[in-house]
């Protein structure tokens, strides 16, 4: 494993910042464990995703302008999220004037288990998390930033998240009927569709359910909010937990 | 009616849903599982997006090598701008030949030019020999998946109907013995038809033949008892070469169905002794998208359908669900070109999965089209983009997502009032989810106390 002596600045999504500080939390602690110097750039607001993906790219400019001004600075930008991430790279529109810069983040921005797998180099993570866990692999994580092979390519399987969960003492690996089906979140598309985005948060719920998920974690909370919205609504009594969580808490 | 709607109103029968998205779902699996069967599919993928890109960049000279090639075989050739012309054309050639009654096999294309009530109304009996589309046929509906016409049907629903209309046994739902009085009932018609119309999966520049794909040989069928022969084809259904086949028929039969071949696969090069082909070639609002970059590698499609049959969308909706003759993600691609108002709510229909993307056999980036055709749908601020901007406003930031924005304002709120006026009926997201709890603080709170 490589011991970065570089900065690592923590972009934590808006919608995580609110919801889920705990996500954030252990975000910093293991890069902090990793032996990252881990610092939280102040101002951050949200990075535009809802509304490009509702057809309003056009409108995130000043999000885009802030988001680069705000992180330029640092070696490394990393975030608890794959589809953030993804949106920052691949959607945020060109703002003029800081055309060399905005490239250059988009060179140094990644997802939180990419950054441990591919920037940090680490192989595998010693520690202990005696639990049955299932894994909903976020399409924007899975397709768009390719964090794990996709079930309709013909290519050598991998999967970061779990390439680093899997050799964790006690880890019980759920193996699902559907590898990388949509849970339907999708943004705007759950409450546009909201009868599409409930039935398929319910199937994948089932999913988990038939093959005796305990936990379910993932790498984007807004898939995970769906699902245990859902799940809580209905009275199923499945765990969610971020990847940085089980993480943070196997390896203390 | 918007897609949100239709697929709601689907959705009502869970029991169907359900056994829709698990029989469509069974397709995707089978192509999974023969595509990892062979070793350079990711080879072929590239090759025949490499070779679609090509014919699309070069698409006028190959047409008219394919016009002059076809010619020179003895097969009469017809352009048609639009789907109006192309009718016209049908028609003019089954006057001329005083014919009443026509078989079609499999064509998408004379669907998009609703040839079948043009001819209709003109006095023509129109049959379609494809078993699923003659099925949707008897019921007037139109096919619900460009591949599986009559997917959204179970078997009971098509004992029925052949019951009514082949007399058939009440409650006799064998397969084998319901296909067997549709062949019954279809070889009449073959046998009346002095025109056959088919489709045309590839037309070949340096040959001037074409090539029809079917699993039931209907076409062919069809053609060989005829004295006419009538292919409508779009004009981007050309390849360059007989030899780029050998990509593209190991793609589709795979990607369609999971087959390691189409059971037919017919090439027509020119007309027995005393009988006549004809080729339509339909523009149709194609050259419209060939102009407009960031939607123009659309016309790649070969329509295989496998988007559909991995859509979590499409499965869960059905085809009907998007109103367009194309459904699913290359159709919510494609019928925004063809009238943007109307398909307004088909590029929302989609959580932007990507994997249409990832399954496409020419590697048509469906999922970014779809991101693509909102930015362009919310500019001309049609109905559906009024909604939405009108639903972000008024739903989203009332809903968890709108917290990223509101932030503690919203915080608060949740945390002091009562859950009737939380999941109030404007609350689209809690109507069957559950909102997170709201914690104590945010994270900035948090490392503002702790780290600073």
Redesign the interface.
């Known amino acids: 494993m490589k011991s970065p002596s570089l900065t690592v600045a923590l972009f934590?999504?808006?919608?995580?910042?609110?919801?889920?500080?705990?996500?954030?939390?252990a975000t910093?602690e293991l890069l902090e464990k990793l032996g990252c110097k881990v610092c939280?750039p102040?101002g951050?607001t949200?990075c535009g995703q809802?509304?490009?993906?509702?057809?309003?790219?056009?409108d995130t400019m000043g999000a885009t302008r802030h988001f680069i001004q705000l992180f330029s600075g640092y070696d490394y930008v990393v975030a608890p999220s794959g589809s953030c991430v993804l949106h920052v790279k691949e959607?945020s529109p060109t703002v003029p004037g800081l055309e060399k810069e905005q490239a250059a983040l988009h060179g140094k921005i990644f997802e939180l288990t990419e950054f441990i797998t591919d920037i940090l180099q680490v192989d595998q993570l010693v520690g202990k998390f005696p639990h049955r866990v299932g894994y909903h692999a976020s399409?924007?994580g899975?397709?768009?930033l390719r964090l794990a092979s996709?079930?309709?390519?013909?290519?050598t399987p991998f999967n970061k998240a779990r390439k680093l969960l899997e050799n964790l003492e006690g880890l019980d690996w759920v193996e699902l009927g559907?590898t990388?089906?949509?849970c339907?979140?999708?943004?705007?598309?759950?409450?546009?569709?909201?009868?599409?985005s409930?039935?398929?948060?319910k199937?994948r719920l089932e999913d988990h359910q038939a093959h005796q998920t305990e936990i379910i974690t993932g790498g984007d909370m807004s898939c995970i909010?769906?699902l245990?919205?859902?799940a809580?609504?209905n009275g199923q009594k499945m765990k969610f937990m971020h990847v940085a969580e089980i993480l943070n808490q196997a390896i203390s | 009616m918007s897609h949100p709607a239709n697929a709601t109103e689907f959705l009502k029968d869970q029991a169907k849903a359900k056994w829709h998205d698990e029989t469509l779902w069974f397709v995707r699996d089978k192509r999974d599982r023969i595509s990892k069967t062979i070793p350079e599919w990711e080879t072929l993928r590239e090759l025949a997006s490499q070779i679609k890109d090509h014919v699309l960049a070069n698409l006028g000279s190959y047409l008219e090598d394919f016009e002059r090639n076809a010619l020179k075989n003895g097969i009469h050739i017809h352009w048609a701008t639009d789907a109006e012309e192309h009718n016209q054309h049908v028609l003019r050639i089954l006057q001329e030949k005083n014919c009443k009654a026509i078989v079609k096999s499999k064509s998408i294309l004379t669907e998009e030019c609703h040839l079948n009530p043009y001819l209709e109304k003109h006095g023509i009996e129109v049959v379609d020999t494809d078993l699923g589309e003659r099925i949707v046929q008897f019921l007037n509906q139109p096919p619900s998946h460009i591949v599986l016409p009559a997917i959204h049907l179970k078997k009971g629903e098509i004992s029925d109907l052949f019951h009514e209309k082949l007399q058939t046994e009440k409650g006799n739902h064998d397969p084998t013995y319901l296909t067997q009085a549709a062949r019954i009932h279809l070889r009449e018609k073959f046998l009346g038809a002095k025109v056959a119309i088919t489709g045309v999966n590839f037309g070949i520049a340096e040959t001037g033949e074409f090539v029809v794909c079917t699993n039931e040989g209907n076409a062919d069928m069809g053609v060989h008892l005829a004295d006419v022969h009538i292919a409508c084809m779009g004009i981007e259904k050309i390849l360059p070469r007989r030899k780029d086949l050998g990509v593209f028929l190991r793609l589709l039969a795979r990607s369609a169905t999971g087959q390691p071949i189409t059971n037919y696969n017919s090439h027509f090069r020119s007309p027995a002794r005393g009988k006549e082909i004809h080729i339509i070639l339909v523009d149709n609002g194609r050259t419209a998208q060939l102009a407009r970059e960031k939607f123009k590698n659309s016309l790649k499609c070969i329509r295989c359908g496998a988007c559909m049959n991995t859509c979590p969308i499409y499965r869960r909706s059905g085809g009907f669900s998007y109103g367009s003759t194309v459904p699913g993600p290359i159709g919510s691609i494609l019928s925004p070109g063809l009238d943007m108002k109307k398909h307004s709510t088909l590029p929302f229909a989609s959580t932007l999965c990507g994997s249409c993307s990832d399954v496409c056999p020419v590697k048509i980036n469906i999922h970014e089209q779809l991101y693509e055709w909102r930015q362009e749908i919310t500019k001309t601020h049609g109905e559906f983009g009024k909604g939405l901007s009108m639903k972000l406003a008024s739903g989203i930031f009332k809903s968890p997502l709108a917290y990223k924005i509101s932030g503690s304002l919203m915080r608060s709120a949740l945390k002091t009032l009562p859950d009737s006026l939380i999941y109030h009926p404007l609350n689209t997201w809690g109507k069957s989810r559950n909102l997170p709890e709201t914690p104590k603080e945010t994270f900035q709170q948090w490392y503002q106390k702790n780290r600073s």
Do not use: K
């Open positions: 934590i999504p808006c919608y995580v910042d609110q919801f889920y500080p705990n996500v954030g939390v910093l939280y102040s951050q949200c809802p509304l490009a993906n509702a057809g309003y790219e056009r959607h399409c924007h899975q397709r768009g996709s079930s309709e390519l013909n290519q559907r990388d089906e949509c339907g979140f999708g943004g705007t598309f759950a409450v546009t569709e909201e009868a599409l409930i039935r398929m948060g199937d909010m769906h245990e919205g859902i809580t609504r």
